[in-house]
């Protein structure tokens, strides 16, 4: 290993405490550019449709996952687990579902490299190709790996060589001033628990997510959930129930180190796949303002004195 230099990593103090600092630069809030960051889910919530639609936002400036990137700009996305006719059919979804112009695909065109590397040996650990990725992505706002496991040779379970695996990646963040996303999936037990959504949840060694400055999470809607929120988006009056139930995934970021607390987001999953946000509103809190404009009613002599009948709460 060659001598670390001081004169290239020395934080210059009296310049930090004697003037403003310039704003952080997030690729979208809590993501701060030149760092690395997860999303973590079960298997089938969509969390590479996810992706493929934060790409989207952060290079054409089409935000349908309502993430408020920063600005634009490139993205490198390393498709290592789905092939070409794939990546077609979800873009194509994406395209359709949310109405996408001739202009956003030009866009997307221009400043998206979507590479399909499945098989192709994907390996940051070795060094020819870290620098070869270092080098391709000198100009790159955000880099996308999906999913982790399939970027290393390493022993996902060990400590000792995940924080090795988080320092290649810091190397490529460092070096081109990308944030870069890695996708993974979480652990049996965790997902037989139903705590999908938590820091701890990812497969594999806790230095996976512990090193990360940022973990988000993709989990499933509860059945407790499931049987007291109402999509309202969808002109609905009963909560989602078992029947939709997997349409709905929560995104959380448990991890966050550099900005405030991020509050959670839900998503609806339209055809396809697609992500759409959406407001899911309580029931119960439905059925205090429907008490209460009852009871107004009643009292200014405008209501029938007919309650309307709450009972599929319970």
């Not at 956003?104 to 399909?116: G, H, N, T």
């Not at 007291?228 to 995104?251: F, K, Q, S």
Request: hydrophobic share 40%.
């Amino acid at each position: 290993m060659s001598r670390l230099g001081f004169s290239s990593y020395r934080v210059d103090i009296r310049q930090c405490c004697t003037t403003d600092p310039p704003p952080l630069d997030f690729v979208w809030p809590g993501f701060l550019a030149g760092t690395v960051g997860t999303l973590f889910a079960p298997g089938a919530t969509s969390k590479s449709f996810w992706a493929l639609q934060a790409a989207l936002a952060v290079a054409a400036g089409v935000d349908t996952v309502g993430i408020a990137p920063g600005r634009t700009g490139r993205v490198v996305y390393l498709a290592a687990e789905d092939p070409q006719n794939v990546l077609h059919h979800r873009l194509r979804a994406i395209t359709l579902g949310k109405g996408l112009s001739e202009a956003d695909v030009e866009r997307a065109q221009e400043k998206i490299d979507l590479l399909s590397v499945v098989g192709a040996g994907l390996d940051v650990g070795d060094t020819e190709q870290r620098n070869g990725l270092i080098e391709d992505c000198k100009d790159a706002r955000l880099i996308i790996i999906d999913t982790i496991s399939r970027a290393h040779r390493l022993d996902e379970n060990s400590n000792g060589e995940m924080a090795r695996l988080l320092m290649w990646l810091e190397v490529i963040a460092r070096q081109t001033g990308a944030a870069i996303l890695f996708l993974h999936h979480i652990s049996k037990f965790a997902s037989r628990a139903g705590d999908s959504g938590d820091q701890f949840a990812a497969r594999g060694a806790g230095a996976l997510t512990d090193n990360a400055r940022m973990g988000s999470a993709l989990s499933k809607i509860t059945s407790d959930e499931a049987g007291h929120l109402i999509d309202r988006d969808m002109g609905a009056v009963m909560p989602i129930g078992p029947d939709d139930r997997a349409r709905y995934v929560r995104m959380s970021i448990p991890k966050n180190n550099y900005s405030a607390p991020i509050p959670d987001r839900w998503y609806r999953r339209d055809a396809g796949g697609v992500l759409t946000p959406v407001d899911l509103t309580n029931a119960e809190k439905i059925v205090e303002i429907k008490k209460g404009a009852q009871a107004y009613a009643e009292a200014s002599g405008r209501g029938t004195g007919e309650e309307e009948d709450l009972s599929w709460l319970k």
